[in-house]
């Protein structure tokens, strides 16, 4: 029969710790989808308030240059700032925690748990966690510090869902294509409203696209000539360029009378002069014009054995 531990660590009350090591136990049993506490965020920090009456809390934080272990009496809430006492802020980067409630016990429920440590019947001490699913328990998450302020946090993370994640902080630079499942975004914290956070997402589509924008006029006769940037033109395809035309503070009837990477010729098909227009040039990347949307799923092995033929 497998024996609960006899030596646990100092800090807080044996109670506190035996609790702690049962919301360990429920855990495992099968974690609280609803998690821990719901966690908020501030310009001064973190904040987890639990979801339920507990006899202690202890947050684990493990980031850039940083192991925090922080512990908080019965009935408190959580909390993490981003700036200690003598005002050194947490490094950048992305950060994981760990909340570990202990469930409120009665007093019969403690003579239980004294009984169960003294025996060290770990099947007892399973069928107690179970017993108080829902008063205690672990929850674990992320969340990501960007210029002393917290622009991504996510919220209980329970252990069937949890997945491995890399970070990198700083540039990344790949030598090949990057393949994602999911989306690609960039995320900045909100200018007005502490706590919140903005995410844009890339856009995609069938194709490796180019664009460049911009804001041009006709000039006599109603002509405009549109020099684009060298640098459009190198990266951009020959072939395949669309041009979405729009004026200005009024209707006119422009038209593309010449396209290419190198530059536009616009029309007014009035001759009139001064017409303000906006125009979005896109175009296929260079060397990417056979750009291959529906792939069938080749087997790693076989992928393998292709690439060693073509060396």
């Known amino acids: 029969m497998a024996k609960l531990p006899r030596a646990l660590l100092g800090g807080v009350s044996v109670w506190v710790l035996a609790s702690l090591y049962l919301a360990g136990i429920a855990q495992a049993a099968g974690p609280d989808r609803g998690g821990v506490a719901d966690m908020s965020v501030s310009k001064e920090g973190l904040v987890w308030r639990p979801h339920a009456d507990h006899d202690g809390l202890v947050l684990t934080v493990v980031g850039p240059e940083t192991s925090l272990r922080l512990e908080f009496p019965a009935g408190s809430k959580a909390s993490l700032d981003l700036t200690d006492k003598a005002g050194q802020a947490l490094p950048d980067g992305f950060y994981k925690y760990e909340l570990r409630a202990a469930p409120k016990l009665n007093q019969a429920e403690r003579e239980k748990l004294a009984r169960i440590r003294q025996s060290g019947d770990t099947d007892a001490g399973r069928e107690m966690a179970r017993s108080l699913k829902g008063r205690g328990g672990v929850q674990s998450g992320s969340f990501t510090v960007v210029e002393g302020s917290v622009v991504d946090a996510s919220g209980a993370e329970p252990s ?152």
């Open 160 to 311: 069937s869902a949890r997945q491995k994640t890399s970070a990198i902080t700083g540039d990344l630079e790949v030598a090949g294509d990057l393949r994602v499942a999911g989306i690609k975004s960039f995320v900045a914290q909100h200018p007005d409203q502490a706590g919140i956070t903005i995410h844009y997402v890339a856009l995609e589509g069938p194709e490796a696209g180019t664009y460049f924008r911009g804001t041009a006029a006709t000039g006599l006769g109603g002509l405009a000539v549109i020099d684009l940037p060298g640098h459009f033109a190198r990266l951009t395809e020959p072939d395949g360029l669309t041009v979405q035309l729009t004026p200005v503070e009024g209707w006119s009837r422009l038209y593309i009378a010449q396209r290419s990477p190198d530059g536009l010729t616009i029309r007014d098909a009035d001759g009139r002069e001064g017409i303000v227009f906006d125009f979005l040039v896109q175009g296929v990347r260079r060397g990417y014009g056979d750009f291959e949307v529906e792939r069938r799923i080749v087997p790693a092995e076989q992928e393998e054995a292709g690439k060693g033929g073509n060396r």
